[in-house]
């Protein structure tokens, strides 16, 4: 479904895109997605020259979930001397923060279809395997301890 996309950004940036077809919840819990997008990676870095592919040039990318999963594969990948650095990641629409629900593009975009607020915490709960009962304290900040929110508010606030 994303090979076009792949595609177009491959040759827009003059770059190799890492596409993963990793497993999917729920039949395979979180971190079976994470952990096949990673291996996948570090396959393509390590053996990126016997494809024709300069390994400076590789981007992972990932819309939605994936987009998540490409964040972190770059996360996970970046304290790594023994592989080429990524050249760049592409997010389409992560989860990238679950501490605050209530910050300002929350509140923009709590109406949008498909991305409505509570759908959105629903998903994030499926993930990692939680249970949906807790949707309305996730929504109002009840999941994350008063010390930890304090500790963030410097890169997770509405300023």
């Not at 053996?47 to 594969?73: E, F, K, N, W």
């Not at 109002?140 to 890169?155: A, D, F, I, M, T």
Request: charged letters at 20%.
């Amino acid at each position: 479904a994303y090979e076009r996309t792949c595609r177009f950004f491959a040759r827009t940036s003059n770059s190799v895109v890492v596409s993963v077809g990793y497993r999917l919840a729920p039949e395979y819990p979180y971190p079976t997605q994470f952990e096949d997008c990673l291996v996948a990676t570090i396959h393509f870095m390590k053996a990126a020259q016997d494809y024709g592919v300069d390994p400076s040039r590789i981007i992972v990318c990932g819309d939605s979930s994936g987009g998540t999963l490409a964040a972190a594969v770059a996360q996970a990948l970046v304290n790594r001397s023994d592989l080429p650095k990524l050249r760049a990641q592409i997010l389409i629409y992560p989860f990238l923060q679950a501490v605050d629900f209530n910050l300002p593009s929350y509140q923009q975009n709590k109406g949008v279809p498909l991305l409505l607020k509570e759908r959105t915490i629903a998903f994030g709960l499926k993930y990692l395997n939680k249970d949906l009962s807790a949707i309305k304290a996730v929504s109002k900040g009840c999941h994350v301890p008063e010390y930890l929110q304090r500790k963030y508010q410097k890169w997770v606030s509405a300023d």
